[in-house]
């Protein structure tokens, strides 16, 4: 049940990848398309809103990968580590182990993918000025 909610959070951080690229592209080429420089600015509330989004479900899935971990230990006998119960998905006891989803914002692989598309955003936006 845990492997099968870490592999939704992976897809879902995928699947808003795509969709960033998507809305945000959109949005610039109707910006460009109609010579509306102030349109291009509104493409930074998705690109702001998906960074958040995928930050929220990669804290997520690294909750579930130490759920998973701290399950596997259990089975295997060992008692070091959180105690979690066997069929509980909670990520509760595990949640002292990773920093909130702001942290994880800005890690190195959501900021080369998010931080690089809000700075071409902005950087579209004002040349359109």
């Known amino acids: ?10 897809g879902n951080s995928f699947a808003l990848k795509g ?54 230990k259990i089975l295997r006998g060992d008692s070091s580590g959180p105690s979690v119960a066997l069929w509980s998905m909670s990520t509760d006891p595990v949640r002292n182990q990773h920093p909130g989803w702001p942290r994880v914002a800005f890690t190195e692989t959501l900021q080369a993918f998010h931080g690089m598309m809000t700075v071409l955003v902005l950087a579209v936006a004002l040349a359109r000025r």
């Open 19 to 72: 969709w960033s690229i998507t809305l945000v592209g959109s949005i610039l080429a109707l910006a460009a398309s109609n010579g509306f420089a102030s349109l291009s600015m509104a493409a930074l509330m998705p690109a702001v809103m998906f960074w958040i989004l995928d930050a929220f479900f990669l804290h997520q899935e690294r909750l579930f990968r130490s759920l998973h971990e701290a399950i596997g």
């Open 1 to 10: 049940m845990v492997q099968k909610v870490i592999e939704r959070m992976s």
